[in-house]
């Protein structure tokens, strides 16, 4: 139980930080408690003895930084949330609610992650079906240009977050399968000896699925994050470095390919070229995010304090931005720290795991979780073209909240078999 005990002392310092930051935004125009208060106070205390209950009976043995450090990111994200548009702060809270009940309900349904490797080929179907649920007519809708989302009802939301999680089980389990058969090599190139050409097909057509993705629902960033996700979960289950050199080639062709062939991918990198010279038009949301981050200066102007609200969609694509402005440089970093937290305990569960399967995954749902945050992180600091994705746990995003605590269960869930055969 210390790990569960360490745990909870974690949680409550990370319920600490969500509620003190949602205090800042209220403190910074009123001196007098809100009214809220107590209700979010109960929430987070509700949430506390919600999860750890659930880890001490369902995943004792489970690593204890990786969910504190979530609910410490969701507790700074809802607050900035609040500050940049209050009508937003319901929504998003409901939809972390929904996230914590998955959450809970993923660790207590799959008991034994290695059971889902005998379902392969169904959580493709589900996967591809995900993915490309925008294309279908009647339900798929389209969003500043990206034809991203799917529409029943009232309910938005954008599959490709949950394709991801179903995408990676599916990839390692595939992998985890044909590992033999893709790392022998029988090809003599030079001083070098490659898998047959043939092995060579599912990284083609992971290529060309990315590619489609681009094409046909104008998603650069999900483009990016899938073909990434196959070739690192290629490398790991092979350690060949054939595949590796054949996919940035492939992602170099492709991405040639994409900027000559597509007009709002040509638009994306002439904004992150010329940022200034198109400081009036198209390059204003990027320049303000520039702004944003420089201003902010080490100490930050103070939650509350700043015009991160210049900066165009801040609650989703911009909200680092808004972080940087109002926390400073220190808040930025912890805020990256943060992420490199969740990723390196996600990899030390992949290193620590004792079969092919669940290394896979847990090395496939890292990469998600690192690849996005880079992607958007790098977007709006100017590093890479924007590709228009959330930043986990901390943007504005009901499908985003609730596909990553999905994620992160079945992370524990690998993590908590290993501590029990350990």
């Known amino acids: 139980m210390r790990r569960r005990n360490a745990e909870l002392a974690m949680m409550i310092l990370a319920g600490v930080i969500a509620v003190g930051a949602n205090l800042l935004v209220d403190f ?78 993923t660790l207590i349904v799959v008991r034994d992650h290695r059971r889902l490797e005998a379902f392969r080929y169904t959580l493709m179907v589900v996967g591809l079906g995900l993915l490309l649920l925008p294309l279908a007519p009647g339900v798929g809708h389209t969003i500043n240009s990206a034809r991203l989302w799917v529409r029943i009802g009232g309910l938005n939301f954008q599959p ?83 595949y590796g050199v054949a996919g940035l080639g492939l992602f170099t062709g492709g991405t040639l390919f994409a900027y000559h062939s597509f007009s709002h991918v040509q638009t994306r990198v002439d904004i992150w070229l010329h940022v200034w010279d198109r400081i009036d038009g198209r390059g204003y949301q990027l320049a303000q995010s520039l702004f944003a981050l420089g201003t ?70 890292t990469t998600v979780l690192g690849l996005q945050t880079f992607l958007i992180i790098g977007g709006v600091t100017r590093l890479i073209p924007l590709t228009g994705i959330t930043l986990p746990f901390v943007s504005y995003g009901g499908s985003s909240i609730l596909a990553n605590f999905i994620l992160l269960a079945l992370l524990l869930r690998i993590s908590d078999g290993e501590g029990r055969s350990a």
Not at 62 to 91: C, E, H, Q
């Open 160 to 242: 490709a977050e949950l394709a991801k999680v179903v995408l990676a089980t599916f990839l390692a389990a595939f992998l985890a399968q044909k590992k033999e058969l893709l790392t022998i090599g029988t090809t003599k190139v030079g001083p070098w000896v490659i898998p047959a050409p043939r092995h060579f097909g599912p990284l083609i057509l992971a290529w060309g699925l990315s590619l489609a993705v681009m094409v046909f629902e104008r998603d650069l960033g999900s483009s990016v994050l899938f073909f990434s996700l196959f070739l690192a979960t290629l490398y790991v289950a092979t350690e060949r470095a054939a």
């Open 28 to 105: 910074a125009h009123s001196s007098a408690l809100p009214a809220w208060l107590p209700v979010y106070a109960l929430l987070v205390v509700g949430t506390i003895a919600l999860t750890t209950s659930v880890m001490r009976r369902f995943a004792p043995y489970a690593d204890p930084l990786l969910l504190p450090v979530a609910i410490a990111l969701s507790g700074i994200g809802f607050a900035m949330i609040r500050r940049l548009d209050p009508t937003l702060a319901g929504p998003q809270l409901a939809w972390f609610v929904i996230g914590l009940v998955a959450f809970c309900a």
């Open 296 to 365: 902010g200066g080490l100490t930050g102007a103070g939650i509350g304090q700043g015009q991160p609200k210049l900066i165009p969609f801040a609650s989703t694509d911009f909200i680092f931005s808004a972080i940087g402005e109002e926390l400073g440089f220190f808040g930025a970093v912890a805020v990256l720290t943060a992420f490199g937290i969740l990723v390196a305990r996600g990899l030390h569960i992949a290193l620590r795991a004792r079969d092919t399967f669940s290394t896979l995954l847990a090395a496939g749902l």
